[in-house]
């Protein structure tokens, strides 16, 4: 069953494509950003992360790119496949200070065959 | 899997009724973090605990608490519930206090709770 909201942004890509999900965020004071893939039914999964020292990391498939100038975080996934296809979500928090994570509102990635 | 379980996995209930949520973090992790995720307010965090005692307090309503036991399983407890509580509530897990960097969280499958 659906596990998020039905208002969410959607990116719809072809299989094979690559995609690039966005997200804003708020704080000034943040210094360190995740990414969490969640499937439907199923809680947050850890993707990749970012310390604001940085502005661009690698993992499998996938890219993390910040810019700070702006407050905008994008992820990157080579290469999309089908079991790609959830809600992705961004989080931040001040890596030293607050211990709670702040996740924006989401974005949904269809992969199309 | 991430390692952390949540039970019951769905729960309905009535208005005014009360509910426990139960989780039990990854070996090793020391503190459990419960959010609530509802369909107009996205992930919010609601409390923390390390190793027995509360770290970080968030959008709390005064009818729900939590405990975290000896044996670092954590109990949500969900009192005089509300139609607007209907909500999937998350526990996450992480290996220390959640201060530093590579403290990750992370998350269990999740607990759906309807109220009717």
């Known amino acids: 069953g659906e596990s998020v909201g039905l208002h969410l942004p959607t990116l719809s890509v072809q299989e094979g494509d690559n995609s690039i999900i966005n997200c804003a965020y708020s704080?000034?004071?943040?210094?360190?950003f995740i990414w969490y893939k969640q499937e439907s039914g199923k809680g947050p999964q850890f993707i990749i992360d970012i310390r604001s020292n940085m502005d661009k990391r690698q993992g499998q498939r996938v890219t993390v790119l910040l810019n700070k100038t702006v407050k905008h975080l994008s992820l990157q996934i080579a290469a999309t496949q089908p079991g790609d296809s959830a809600v992705y979500f961004c989080a931040e928090k001040v890596g030293t200070g607050r211990r709670a994570l702040t996740f924006g509102s989401g974005t949904r990635l269809q992969v199309q065959p | 899997d991430s390692g952390v379980t949540q039970t019951p996995k769905h729960l309905i209930t009535a208005t005014g009724q009360r509910v426990t949520l139960r989780c039990s973090p990854r070996?090793?992790?020391?503190?459990v973090y419960w959010y609530q995720q509802s369909l107009d307010q996205g992930l919010q965090f609601l409390i923390q605990y390390y190793n027995g005692e509360e770290r970080a307090k968030g959008n709390i309503l005064e009818r729900f608490s939590a405990q975290q036991f000896p044996d670092l399983h954590s109990e949500l407890n969900l009192s005089s519930l509300e139609l607007g509580d209907s909500a999937l509530y998350f526990c996450?897990?992480?290996?220390?206090?959640?201060?530093?960097?590579?403290?990750?969280?992370?998350f269990g499958p999740g607990t759906r709770l309807t109220v009717l």
């Open positions: 070996s090793g992790d020391l503190s």
């Open positions: 996450a897990s992480s290996p220390s206090g959640g201060r530093a960097y590579a403290d990750t969280q992370y």
């Open positions: 704080n000034s004071a943040s210094d360190y």
